[in-house]
């Protein structure tokens, strides 16, 4: 079994910056790729960034381009989101997922959650104004 564990998610004023971490661990996890979504109150969960595992290309959804990052380090079987110039509605519950098999980069198959075998269990971001 795979576990993922974010950390990271905390309160802060707009403007400001976090660092999210997710660690995979339990099973060993090759992934295809790892990525990052979002879930706010009475809203869908929503794709924010994935990163292809071995090659390191990224991909964002455009509300976050300019603003978030996501990395890896492959050693620690870690991602990290950093987000910066944090505005309110990027308040959400932020989830690390992780996929096994291919995904479809064109299509923007990786834009989907149900895409995803893996899923943490989520850190709260809040985002004052």
């Known amino acids: 079994q795979v576990q993922l564990v974010e950390s990271g998610g905390a309160m802060v004023q707009a403007g400001g910056s976090l660092r999210l971490s997710c660690t995979a661990s339990?099973?060993?996890?090759?992934?295809?790729?790892m990525g990052w979504f979002r879930q706010a109150p009475g809203k869908e969960r929503e794709f924010v960034s994935v990163?292809?595992?071995?090659?390191?290309?990224?991909y964002s959804t455009d509300s976050v381009k300019g603003r978030f990052a996501i990395s890896r380090d492959t050693a620690k079987n870690t991602v990290y989101l950093q987000m910066n110039s944090l505005k309110p509605e990027d308040t959400a519950v932020y989830y690390c997922?992780?996929?096994?098999?291919?995904?479809?980069?064109?299509?923007?198959?990786?834009?989907?959650?149900?895409?995803?075998?893996?899923w943490g269990q989520g850190t709260q971001v809040t985002v004052s104004s």
């Open positions: 339990g099973r060993t996890l090759s992934p295809y790729a």
């Open positions: 990163i292809r595992w071995s090659v390191g290309n990224t």
């Open positions: 997922a992780a996929r096994s098999g291919a995904l479809s980069w064109s299509g923007g198959e990786y834009k989907n959650p149900v895409r995803y075998d893996y």
